[in-house]
T-cell receptor, first 113, second 113 residues
Framework: GDSVTQMEGPVTLSEEAFLTINCTYT??????LFWYVQYPGEGLQLLLK?????DKGSNKGFEATYRKETTSFHLEKGSVQVSDSAVYFC????????????FGSGTRLLVRP | DADVTQTPRNRITKTGKRIMLECSQT?????MYWYRQDPGLGLRLIYY???????NKGEISDGYSVSRQAQAKFSLSLESAIPNQTALYFC????????????FGPGTRLTVL
């Protein structure tokens, strides 16, 4: 079945450092890919998404490119801030999963001043 | 006002008790979902509903039941709570396409003693 694998955390960075959180997926068809973010004490909210190969999703300085050849959707940000501290979830939605969201296990990011 | 609300936000109960978690939405979406979040496991789907008359089991439905009272309301019940159902529970909604964002409520923290 469909699945999402993302790097384990926590990831600890200093402010203004470069961020990469790796995400790879397995899907039977051509999934849509998502990054959701969960700030402390809150529900998940969409950070960015990409719906077809080579699409780049971007929001709030974060970017991720849909790479079909490597089945990856890595999240990047050039300069993180303390306010980016949160848990980040990679997810897919696919016909093979009846269009339900399949989540990775989440990666906690801690940014120190 | 929040678009997706959940009640209660926190609940402590005892083994064997019946518990109902409620979700309401004002987004006008047809699709609603219940997820469970456990540390290190990401979010797992319990039940989902594509409309009032269409309810489906997710990957971890055992021990849970749901009711879709109206387009805007989707309730999750634990008929006889057990300690390993201690978790954070999220309700979500979406318009209905694979490319669509899911919108999450703030979550209910349930503790079963």
């Amino acid at each position: 079945g469909d699945s999402v694998t993302q790097m384990e955390g926590p990831v600890t960075l200093s402010e203004e450092a470069f961020l990469t959180i790796n995400c790879t997926y397995t899907a039977t068809g051509y999934p849509s890919l998502f990054w959701y973010v969960q700030y402390p004490g809150e529900g998940l909210q969409l950070l960015l998404k990409a719906t077809k190969a080579d699409d780049k999703g971007s929001n709030k300085g974060f970017e991720a490119t849909y790479r079909k050849e490597t089945t990856s959707f890595h999240l990047e940000k050039g300069s993180v801030q303390v306010s980016d501290s949160a848990v980040y979830f990679c997810a897919l939605s696919d016909q093979g999963s009846s269009y339900k969201l399949i989540f990775g296990s989440g990666t906690r990011l801690l940014v120190r001043p | 006002d929040a678009d997706v609300t959940q009640t209660p936000r926190n609940r402590i109960t005892k083994t064997g008790k019946r518990i109902m978690l409620e979700c309401s939405q004002t987004k006008g979406h047809d699709r609603m979902y219940w997820y469970r979040q456990d540390p290190g496991l990401g979010l797992r789907l319990i039940y989902y509903s594509f409309d009032v008359k269409d309810i489906n089991k997710g990957e971890i439905s055992d021990g849970y039941s749901v009711s879709r009272q109206a387009q805007a309301k989707f309730s999750l019940s634990l008929e006889s709570a057990i300690p390993n159902q201690t978790a954070l529970y999220f309700c979500a909604t979406s318009p209905g396409l694979a490319t669509d964002t899911q919108y999450f409520g703030p979550g209910t923290r349930l503790t079963v003693l």
